[in-house]
T-cell receptor, first 118, second 112 residues
Framework: GAVVSQHPSWVICKSGTSVKIECRSL??????MFWYRQFPKQSLMLMAT?????????EQGVEKDKFLINHASLTLSTLTVTSAHPEDSSFYIC??????????????FGSGTRLTVV | KQEVTQIPAALSVPEGENLVLNCSFT??????LQWFRQDPGKGLTSLLL?????REQTSGRLNASLDKSSGRSTLYIAASQPGDSATYLC???????????FGPGTRLSVLP
């Protein structure tokens, strides 16, 4: 089955630094990647949608200059949290939609990254 | 704008009980609905996917139903076990290739 490998699974960083989160599709081509975040005791909220080779589309209220998304290849998408602050501490998870040959792989979720900014 | 709600927010039951989790959504124009399980600090495990044309799906002790016209879905868990303790998320897919809108989840505790 389709697998999305998300790294790191957890990270602690100092305020003001940048953190990069990677999502790799291991056995299919991820044409679309969705990035969600989940604050404590809240549900997952869509942050942005990226299609391979195109600029990401951000949801209202999500700063595109703070959350940089790169989807330059069909197997890798990255989310970089720039100048992280404690309020960015959250659980970030990606979801890939794609194909392998003629097979539609639907949606596959990564395992998530817990970011803590101190 | 699609909104998804889940009732109850939390549920604690003794082992062996059958239980029902409820999900409601405001816009019936959905592509499909999916139930997920999330363990503390972990990612999502897909449980059941119901296409908009379907009424229910079953997997083992789990049964999910969908009434698109009324904007409701239920997840039925039979003979609950302590290992079922987790947060259960309901999510609706807005269209082919589009994102999910998630509910806030139901936190389930099954006591031995």
């Amino acid at each position: 089955g389709a697998v999305v490998s998300q790294h790191p699974s957890w990270v602690i960083c100092k305020s003001g630094t940048s953190v990069k989160i990677e999502c790799r599709s291991l056995d299919f081509q991820a044409t679309t990647m969705f990035w969600y975040r989940q604050f404590p005791k809240q549900s997952l909220m869509l942050m942005a949608t990226s299609n391979e080779g195109s600029k990401a589309t951000y949801e209202q209220g999500v700063e595109k200059d703070k959350f940089l998304i790169n989807h330059a290849s069909l197997t890798l998408s990255t989310l970089t949290v720039t100048s992280a602050h404690p309020e960015d501490s959250s659980f970030y998870i990606c979801s890939a939609r794609g194909f392998s040959g003629r097979e539609n792989y639907g949606y596959t979720f990564g395992s998530g990254t817990r970011l803590t900014v101190v | 704008k699609q909104e998804v709600t889940q009732i109850p927010a939390a549920l604690s039951v003794p082992e062996g009980e059958n239980l029902v989790l409820n999900c409601s959504f405001t816009d019936s124009a959905i592509y499909n609905l999916q139930w997920f399980r999330q363990d503390p600090g972990k990612g999502l495990t897909s449980l059941l996917l119901i296409q908009s044309s379907q009424r229910e799906q079953t997997s083992g002790r789990l049964n999910a139903s969908l009434d698109k016209s009324s904007g409701r879905s239920t997840l039925y868990i039979a003979a609950s076990q302590p290992g079922d303790s987790a947060t259960y998320l309901c999510a609706v897919n807005l269209g082919y290739g589009q994102n999910f809108v998630f509910g806030p989840g139901t936190r389930l505790s099954v006591l031995p």
